[in-house]
């Protein structure tokens, strides 16, 4: 059918493509999380699994881990409750406004998530606009020290991120539900609350599996939040992983943890994808 | 009451007679684009009425206001002598067949059907009646199938299951048999027909096809650029004709052209007797009602003229014959014998099927 050249030209890239990225990273990771340290700071290749024995005995690694899945957890659930009734509205009742609320939603995906980050900084920090706002109308007398350096800053800041990402799948199940079904719907007697509880969120949980997925996997290998935001009790799992690949200079043990993220975050997707299978009609 | 003149109730012929839903001039516009004007209707008990129309005509958009998805910008609609157009869609005893079925894709046929009756309160009989539903549309065996493992035509039937099941005293169908290919839809109308006929609730049926409208209805309502252009029975619509659109419109026809003058009409070169009035005069001549002389005896009053034949299309049972005539004037004629196509052709009719129509009015 095709000459071989063409057939080259469109192999070849692709296939170099994963090489260079995914294929040589991946095994060589692979490869570090069985290596260990020397006293000498130097990497010795003498296969084993003390990494992962590690990861699971040593509090820090399992609790940081746990932690930043429940950090993940919460992001996700605000999300959606912030994303759904969003595209709700967008979808159902934006009328001639849809484009306009449209691009208000994504135009924040353009700036530069760390300036996001850095934004949330000058609002909770203790000088911050939130505090100096509660002072002046008289509801605290001292800065609440909670808001900045804290989980609640990390997973408040993720939401923010990272609603854009749930709304988008969201709002294009809504898009794709015929508009008659919800006419038939009426049409027999269901009450727009029946309707949608009957229709519009069974049919609409593709996207809510698939912006949950967003969400939570984003959010978990997230290092930018909890780094500017997080303080010591809102550190994430990448975090860990930065610095065991820098300061620590531990890159077996690191490459084991971040093994273990990719693992964790493969399995997630391939379950959400079957799950958005068995939930789409078509 | 009798005093009352601009009173909120309906006018008495509404009350008194078994009409069911009355249309009382309704109108809609989209913007400046006026999609119905003054339509006014009455759907008796019973009653299998369809509205016939172009793509344009407002159909649908009737429809929808009946069945509550659209809200008309002026008018009333009157249902067993209460407000309806008042109501919102899920409050109304009227139930619709959408044209593209309208299935929910994440429930099983039975479910589909046992939608309508969960949504109620009451919870009772629901299996059963669900049952004798699927049973009256002949999808028992489909009872568990998802929507998109069935055909077309069973979709079909599962949307009208399930509207029936409502036990509506008005279904609304939207062109439901568009979609289907043509001997299935024949096959569908008589069923349709006859099942309408078995529960004897009113159907109100939209489509743009007239032999579908002229098969399946008791009555037709055709609608032209958002007006009503005639509402009569099939037979009197096809054999009466009001306006040229509708002869038109329905079956094909020879729209004649005259002038009547001290009892007589003129038309190019033919002129016959006849009873109208004086001046200009447009007449509908269907083509079966034009023969090929030597096929019935000549009556004494029939006009003959002679043409040649310019074109002709096979039917199967008969034969459409494109007549030139020397002076101008051109015919179509169905007839179920065989001509000789050669030379000219000698063609006879009876003024009394040459029925006097009005001009469309222009719209725009």
């Known amino acids: ?282 | 009451m009798a005093t009352t003149t601009n009173s909120v109730e309906p006018d008495i012929d509404v009350k008194s007679s078994t009409s069911l839903l009355s249309i009382r001039k309704i109108a809609k516009t989209f913007g400046k684009n006026v999609v119905l004007r003054d339509i006014s209707l009455d759907v008796a008990e019973g009653e299998f009425l369809t509205i016939l129309g172009e793509s344009g005509s407002g159909k649908t958009t009737l429809l929808r206001i009946i069945a509550g998805f659209e809200i008309a910008s002026s008018g009333e609609l009157w249902m067993n002598g209460e407000r309806l157009d008042h109501l919102p869609p899920y409050r109304r005893r009227v139930n619709t067949v959408f044209q593209h079925y309208a299935l929910f894709p994440h429930l099983s046929v039975e479910q589909n059907v046992a939608y309508g009756l969960r949504v109620e309160k009451s919870e009772a009989d629901i299996s059963s009646r669900v049952e004798r539903a699927l049973a009256q549309v002949k999808m028992s065996a489909h009872a568990k199938a998802k929507p998109s493992r069935i055909s077309g035509g069973q979709q079909q039937r599962v949307a009208l299951a399930r509207a029936l099941v409502k036990r509506p005293q008005l279904l609304l169908l939207d062109e439901p048999l568009s979609a289907l290919d043509a001997n299935l839809r024949r096959q569908m109308q008589i069923e349709l027909k006859s099942l309408q006929r078995d529960i004897g609730i009113s159907f109100v049926f939209v489509t743009h096809d007239q032999e579908e409208a002229m098969v399946m209805s008791d009555r037709i309502a055709l609608l032209r650029m958002g007006e009503l252009e005639q509402v009569a029975s099939p037979r009197e619509i096809y054999s009466r004709p009001a306006t040229a659109y509708t002869a038109q419109f329905i079956g094909h026809t020879n729209l004649l052209r005259g002038k009547v003058s001290e009892g007589f009409l003129q038309c190019h070169s033919l002129r016959w007797k006849t009873s109208l009035a004086d001046g200009p005069a447009l007449l509908s001549l269907r083509p079966e009602n034009v023969r090929p002389r030597g096929e019935t005896g000549r009556t004494l009053d029939s006009v003959v003229f002679k043409g040649t034949i310019s074109d002709r299309a096979f039917h199967g049972a008969t034969e459409l014959l494109r007549v030139e005539c020397a002076d101008g004037l051109k015919f179509s004629v169905r007839t179920a014998s065989q001509i000789d196509p050669a030379g000219e052709v000698e063609f006879q009719f009876d003024p009394a099927d040459a029925v006097p129509i009005r001009e469309s009015a222009e719209r725009s």
């Not at chain 1, 006293?39 to 399992?62: E, G, K, P």
């Not at chain 1, 959606?80 to 691009?103: I, V």
């Not at chain 1, 939603?105 to 920090?125: C, D, F, M, N, Q």
């Not at chain 1, 911050?128 to 900045?148: A, I, K």
């Open chain 1, 1 to 282: 059918m095709f000459s071989r050249a063409y057939r080259a030209v469109v192999t070849i890239p692709p296939l170099l493509w994963e090489m260079v990225f995914l294929v040589v990273p991946y095994l060589l990771m692979f490869c570090y999380s069985f290596w260990s340290v020397s006293a000498s700071q130097t990497i010795v290749h003498a296969w084993n699994f003390d990494n992962y024995r590690q990861l699971l005995t040593v509090n820090v690694y399992w609790q940081t881990l746990l932690r930043s899945m429940w950090i993940a957890a919460r992001v996700t659930m605000f999300s959606l409750l912030l994303g759904y009734p969003l595209a709700y509205f967008l979808s159902f009742h934006a009328d001639s406004r849809k484009e306009l609320c449209y691009q208000l939603v994504i135009i924040p995906l353009w700036v530069s998530y760390l300036v996001r980050a850095y934004a949330w900084k000058t609002i909770l920090g203790s000088e911050g606009l939130l505090n100096t706002l509660l002072q002046y109308v008289h509801l605290t007398h001292r800065p609440l020290d909670f808001l900045l350096y804290s989980p609640f800053a990390v997973v408040l800041t993720l939401t923010h991120i990272y609603t854009p990402f749930t709304f988008l799948p969201i709002y294009a199940a809504l898009e794709h539900i015929p508009r008659n079904l919800i006419e038939a719907s009426h049409d027999l007697g269901a009450s727009p609350r029946q309707t949608f509880w009957r229709v519009i969120l069974p049919l609409s949980i593709p996207g809510v599996l698939a912006g949950a997925t967003f969400a939570f996997v984003l959010s978990l290998g997230d290092f930018l939040a909890p780094a500017l935001l997080g303080g010591p009790s809102g550190i994430m799992i990448s975090n860990i992983v930065v610095s065991l690949f820098g300061a620590a200079y531990n890159w077996p043990l690191g490459s084991a943890i971040s093994l273990c993220m990719l693992v964790l975050v493969v399995s997630l997707l391939f379950l959400s994808e079957r799950l958005e299978k068995k939930w789409s009609f078509s």
